[in-house]
């Protein structure tokens, strides 16, 4: 037992440490499939992507997209992201943080729910048990520490709704932007 969970240990240090470097995404892509709960059709997965906990706790929808060095922590919570979601680098998406008025800085978590159609732009942070409604829109550098409406644009730290998305949501991440990325 304590060298089948070694093994195991080993092999997700080796996932996380150099296989998320390979410059093939299909590779990338087969062995998420092998750790994730359920990786839908057409997903893309920049290289340094960061797999934080279970891979039963997290769920990506077909046709999305997440860019290099995005943070997936799965450790104390579920991430469930939806279909053709668009994630920008440098976002981090927590299910974990400490309690500030506990007197043992415990941990507490909760889940994260996104939606079909999120576009979460660069480099922002997404606290735990929030959910990103269908269609929303989260600016550069946001806190996002509530959750957001459907079809919301928000920004700020926290962040704060600043407008309201008006499209019809019938774009499909799978077509179209393939050619720019390797």
Same mark, same amino acid.
């Given at each position: 037992? %304590? !060298? /089948?969970n070694w093994i195991s240990g080993f092999a997700k240090y080796i996932f996380r440490e150099w296989l998320m470097y390979l410059p093939s995404r299909k590779l990338r892509t087969f062995f998420i499939r092998k750790i994730c709960r359920n990786v839908g059709n057409d997903v893309f997965f920049c290289m340094k992507i960061d797999f934080k906990g279970d891979g039963n706790n997290l769920s990506i +929808?077909? &046709?999305s997209f997440?860019? /290099?060095n995005v943070i997936l922590d799965a450790r104390f919570g /579920? !991430?469930?992201i +939806? &279909?053709? %979601?668009? !994630? +920008?680098q440098d976002t981090h998406i927590w299910t974990t943080e400490h309690d500030p008025n506990d007197d043992l800085h415990s941990v507490k +978590? *909760? =889940? %994260? $729910? !996104?939606? =079909?159609?999120v576009w979460i732009s660069t480099r922002v $942070?997404?606290?735990p048990g929030i959910t990103i409604g269908k269609g929303a829109v989260v600016a550069c550098g946001s806190i996002v520490t509530k959750d957001v409406a459907p079809l919301a644009i %928000?920004? *700020?730290v926290p962040a704060k709704v600043i407008g309201q998305r008006t499209n019809q949501l019938k774009y499909d991440l799978s077509k179209g932007i393939r050619p720019y990325f390797f």
């Open positions: 037992m %304590v !060298i /089948k +929808g077909a &046709s997440i860019n /290099k /579920k !991430i469930q +939806g &279909s053709n %979601v668009d !994630i +920008g +978590g *909760g =889940d %994260v $729910t !996104i939606e =079909d159609h $942070t997404l606290l %928000v920004a *700020g």
